[in-house]
């Protein structure tokens, strides 16, 4: 199934974990480090509202809500546009992992991840022009990895602790590979 399919066909939970995967994945660009976003996944893992995490992950990232652009936004034109869309997606997180804004939610970092990835990739940070793609190794990776994460938490038998878990896994390894692409572009910078 497509990505489009996939999303159209999830439970609430599985939106809400896709849309903090991505969020997830996207948290380096925000300088911040990977436990910020723990707590949510564990508030998803038990059931209910993830006001008080959620505040917790906006103080944390110099954000607020309803305050998109609040506090310092890293970096300079792709960085800063990449930044910028990590920033509206937390500030758009809905005050729990389900209801009617979770669906409009878990679409939008879906789109917006995929940005961040394609700025990231094609924008060089020493300043030259690189051809955009939308097939560019990077964001190739970040499609594959939502498409995973769908279907991991589509798959009623793997249990819900177990889909949750396998997700997590998926989207930490999606945050290493773009902490390491942020890094090697503030190297080139210096």
């Not at 996944?41 to 509202?49: F, N, S």
């Not at 038998?157 to 896994?169: F, K, N, S, Y």
Request: aromatic share 2%; proline share 5%.
């Amino acid at each position: 199934m497509s990505l489009v399919e996939l999303i159209a066909q999830a439970d609430e939970r599985g939106l809400a974990a896709s849309g903090l995967a991505c969020l997830d994945r996207c948290v380096p660009v925000l300088g911040g480090d990977d436990e910020v976003l723990r707590p949510l996944w564990a508030r998803l893992a038990e059931g209910g509202d993830w006001r008080g995490p959620l505040a917790e992950a906006r103080s944390a990232l110099g954000a607020g809500a309803g305050d998109a652009g609040a506090g310092p936004v890293p970096g300079t034109g792709a960085s800063r546009e990449a930044a910028t869309l990590t920033r509206r997606m937390l500030d758009a997180a809905p005050a729990g992992p389900s209801g009617a804004e979770i669906r409009e939610w878990a679409d939008g970092c879906s789109v917006a991840a995929l940005q961040v990835h394609r700025l990231l990739d094609t924008a060089p940070a020493d300043g030259t022009d690189a051809v955009s793609t939308l097939t560019s190794p990077l964001v190739a990776a970040e499609l594959r990895r939502q498409v995973r994460i769908l279907e991991l938490l589509a798959n009623k038998g793997a249990g819900p602790a177990g889909g949750l878990r396998q997700a997590l896994d998926v989207s930490m390894e999606g945050r290493r590979v773009l902490r390491a692409v942020v890094s090697r572009r503030a190297r080139v910078r210096l």
